[in-house]
């Protein structure tokens, strides 16, 4: 069975830096294949995907975040996790993980944990 | 960035009925592996988004076939038949070709 799930802070200072970790069970991030991907949501808005990570450890960004996000990987510990630096209320979200393999993506979600960036 | 286009915004449909929904990209999605990277996601009230189709047209495990998708290049189509409660919600499309991935911005279907 497959499940993910995201934590994070909660809530967190402007300027500061977000760091979420997604912990998952039921697949390897070592698999052929297999990748983790962060989308995050607005309340009330649609979706916004923001980068990818593969089981050979390549990476991929959305640009539109300017350089601030980091994606990387535990494999050993089942674990995915995202950094963004420099945060403002503009990234006031709910913030998904969710599994890709080959050219299945996203088939499987965590709860999301909700991020709220204010001072 | 590609930029796709849902339409409408809002469906009323009734229950046992049948409705559609379209998304347009502003460039083609087949990649070069030829493959066509377009997915439905259908994310219903309070609960994260869940995959219905992969590929265009491919039904994710457990799908009823109620759901069904098609297109091609820029025009896709997913078709909702038989309507039931549980099929309430926003749904997205989203395409996997181009880097940066990019989601469509939804459409809702609520009941009549």
């Known amino acids: 069975q497959v499940t993910l799930k995201e934590s994070g802070p909660g809530i967190l200072q402007p300027s500061q830096t977000l760091s979420l ?3 998952f069970s039921g697949f390897s991030l070592s698999t052929y294949g297999m990748g983790v991907g962060w989308i995050r949501q607005p309340s009330g808005k649609g979706l916004e995907w923001l980068a990818n990570i593969w089981w050979d450890d390549d990476k991929y960004y959305n640009p539109s975040l300017k350089n601030r996000l980091t994606i990387s990987k535990d494999t050993s510990n089942n674990q995915a996790f995202l950094k963004i630096t420099n945060v403002d ?3 006031t979200a709910t913030y998904y993980c969710a599994r890709t393999i080959a050219a299945i993506s996203f088939a499987y979600w965590g709860q999301g944990t909700l991020v709220t960036v204010s001072s | 960035d590609v930029v796709m286009t849902q339409t409408p915004v809002s469906l009323s449909v009734s229950l046992g009925g049948q409705t559609s929904i379209s998304c347009r990209s502003s460039q083609s999605l087949v990649h070069s592996d030829g493959n066509t990277y377009l997915y439905w996601y259908l994310q219903k009230p309070g609960q994260s988004p869940q995959l219905l189709i992969y590929k265009v047209s491919n039904r994710f495990s457990g799908v009823p076939d109620r759901f069904s998708g098609s ?3 820029t025009d896709f189509t ?3 038949s038989r309507v039931e409660p549980e099929d309430l919600g926003v749904y997205y499309c989203y395409q996997g070709t181009h880097y940066p991935y990019t989601f469509g ?4 279907l609520e009941l009549k």
């Open chain 2, 71 to 73: 297109g091609s290049g």
């Open chain 2, 105 to 108: 911005a939804g459409t809702k």
């Open chain 2, 78 to 80: 997913l078709k909702i």
């Open chain 1, 89 to 91: 209320t503009a990234d």
């Open chain 1, 21 to 23: 970790t997604c912990t």
